[in-house]
């Protein structure tokens, strides 16, 4: 028997036409040889779908050019500074190896299953956060809510990456900057490196200081009410990062998916380069003991419980929508569930890994100073801007380290912030299709418009900009998105119907483990989070520095913006829907596609089997 497939426009007319399809769009005609009589061929025929590129709908997309590409996008994504500089502190203050066991534990329950939900959500539905929910569409507000907070991130995110860079550039010199005191910018607070001044609250480091007044001129500002104007060098800088994410971005999946080859893998090679350095100075190994010891009396404690569970939240990306947007260009048949045990798995075991290179230089000097490790042990931008510096300068071929230790925070900070981007473009074009035409645009006016705003971060007062929007942008905002995300997709739509959706695209029907989880753990583990969020919650501050109430009042009107979406919208949807209350309720919690049943009476919702299912 010969198989062969020709496009169905080429087909001679006198095949026979097979049997309308059920399903429209692409398709191909399917020739078989059955046998060959006198000369005469004959043949049947049917009508295909080409394998693994078109949705049940017919609906076309454009795919990743490789499978790789996915990956490294999602795992570059991911895997971002927040590995560096908050969990291998994290462990170590909470236990060390000790911390493992809840942080693992919460992995499992709640941020695998989570992380699989948004590949799964995302792959069937071929849509960004806002278009997935034709699923539900009363949800739908979550969608914007998740793309205002990428969006809100952008505005600050970036300016990490500026700083890296200035940091970068400030490298390539005989001398580091940060080295000694002697500079336009240090004050007489300023004391040099070899003094042990750790031990002097009243005395700065040349690294501090470097910080601090070199590159922020916070010096210049009486607070968050005396910005000043924009410093030139940090705006070029910002300036080059928003270039290369525009051009990174700017034809979609096929040129993003080529940058993530060199940013997602480059921060693994250097990691592994300063973990050789890094171990073989002095008192390495006393640093990386003190990451690993384990003290299971620290387990008693319930913030450490809660510093896992916010660790997990965060780190692997979801509800910022990127996730559901990455994988909305997947082939249908994609593997989605292998994909998430993977990349997942390999967010957590950088994180790991990267401590290791952290605490052998925080080891090193804690030696070199003379002070015990908590007194040089830290997180957040001071980790990797002034404790990693500071350790960097007193290396022979300090230059060198200097500027392959900035290129790992440049790449790892790059691929993230495409993440970001990508959620926001690939959620609003597919919302407002005339964008497709112009994504080249869409994606210019975007990434400008977080230049603009990107701009008051890198004014002298732009820390407290900064820390204002690191506080209030994506905190309690973004847990609240994926716990509605979660209820909607597990409870509205149906565990058991999304687990069809996951069976039709790879042929395989998540477990009973992963369907609990759906239904029952993560919801609750979220909507604790959210509680613990607010009942735990401080004021942000830098330093000794305390923000005004009024400062404190936008930053929780940033964080109500995105999150008042989900009500706003629900109303809006309710209210534009004809027929009575029960009417309008069941065409807005039941799937676009299934509107002509709720015209027949039949709603799934509306049933106790939907609602007790697993």
């Known amino acids: 028997m010969l198989r062969g497939r020709l496009p169905a426009a080429h087909m001679s007319a006198v095949i026979a036409p097979a049997k309308p399809s059920s399903t429209m769009g692409p398709k191909e005609v399917e020739l078989i040889l059955v046998k060959e009589q006198n000369g005469v061929q004959f043949t049947a025929s049917a009508l295909v779908t080409p394998t693994g590129q078109t949705h049940p709908s017919g609906e076309q997309r454009e795919t990743w050019g490789k499978k790789i590409d996915f990956l490294l996008s999602v795992i570059g994504f991911a895997v971002d500074l927040a590995n560096v500089w908050r969990f291998p502190y994290l462990c170590y203050k909470n236990g060390g190896g000790a911390f493992l066991v809840p942080y693992l534990l919460f992995m499992v329950i709640a941020g695998m299953p989570l992380f699989y939900m948004e590949l799964a959500l995302g792959q069937y539905n071929r849509e960004g956060a806002a278009g997935v929910w034709k699923i539900c569409p009363i949800f739908k507000g979550v969608g914007f809510t998740v793309i205002l907070i990428s969006l809100y991130v952008g505005f600050y995110y970036n300016v990490i990456i ?5 940091y970068l550039f400030s490298s390539f010199s005989g001398e580091l900057p940060w080295v000694n005191c002697n500079n336009t910018w240090n004050s007489a607070n300023c004391s040099d490196l070899n003094a042990t001044l750790l031990n002097d609250s009243h005395k700065a480091t040349p690294a501090l ?9 916070l010096q210049d500002s009486g607070g968050i009410d005396d910005l000043g104007l924009p410093r030139w060098q940090l705006t070029s800088c910002l300036a080059v990062v928003i270039v290369v994410l525009y051009f990174s971005l700017w034809k979609g999946v096929k040129t993003s998916g080529k940058v993530v080859w060199i940013t997602a893998t480059m921060p693994y090679v250097v990691l592994t380069v300063l973990l050789l350095r890094g171990v073989t100075l002095p008192g390495a190994i006393d640093g990386i003991k003190a990451y690993l010891s384990v003290d299971f009396l620290r387990l008693c404690d319930a913030q450490v419980w809660i510093e896992a569970a ?5 780190s692997l990306g979801v509800g910022f ?3 559901i947007a990455f994988s909305s260009y997947n082939k249908f048949s994609n593997n989605c569930y292998r994909d998430a045990i993977i990349t997942s798995s390999i967010n957590s075991l950088t994180s790991f890994f990267s401590g290791f290179v952290i605490f052998s230089f925080l080891g090193y000097m804690s030696q070199k100073h003379n002070v015990a490790l908590d007194k040089v042990a830290t997180d957040g931008p001071g980790l990797v801007f002034i404790i990693y510096p500071e350790a960097i300068a007193t290396l022979p071929g300090s230059s060198v380290w200097a500027v392959i230790f900035f290129i790992m925070l440049l790449t790892l ?8 981007m990508e959620s926001v473009i690939t959620g609003l074009i597919d919302e407002f299709k005339f964008l497709h035409r112009h994504r080249e645009l869409f994606t210019l006016f975007i990434v400008v418009s977080t230049f603009l705003i990107s701009l008051f971060c890198v004014t002298n007062g732009g820390i407290y900009v900064f820390t204002l929007l690191d506080h209030f942008a994506a905190g309690t905002s973004i847990l609240f998105g994926v716990l509605i995300e979660a209820i909607g997709i597990a409870w509205f739509y149906g565990v058991d119907r999304f687990s069809d959706d996951i069976q039709e695209m790879i042929g395989q029907r998540p477990g009973l483990y992963w369907r609990l989880c759906w239904k029952f753990v993560s919801p609750c583990f979220l909507l604790f989070m959210v509680v613990v969020s607010f009942a735990t919650f401080n004021p942000p501050k830098y330093g000794s520095y305390y923000f005004p109430m009024w400062a404190n009042m936008v930053g929780w009107c940033l964080s109500i913006s995105s999150m008042i979406m989900v009500p706003l919208y629900a109303i809006y949807k309710f209210c534009s829907l004809p027929g009575s209350f029960c009417a309008k309720l069941a065409y807005a919690i039941t799937p676009e596609t299934e509107h002509h049943l709720v015209e027949r009476g039949e709603v799934r919702q509306f049933t106790l089997h939907h609602w007790l299912v697993v």
């Not at 500026?162 to 200035?166: G, N, R």
């Not at 900070?413 to 970001?420: E, K, L, R, V």
């Open 162 to 166: 500026a700083w890296a860079l200035f």
């Open 413 to 420: 900070g790059i691929d993230s912030a495409m993440g970001g």
């Open 321 to 323: 929508g990127v996730l």
């Open 209 to 217: 200081e470097y910080f601090e007044r070199g590159v922020l001129h």
């Open 310 to 314: 916010t660790q997990i939240c965060f």
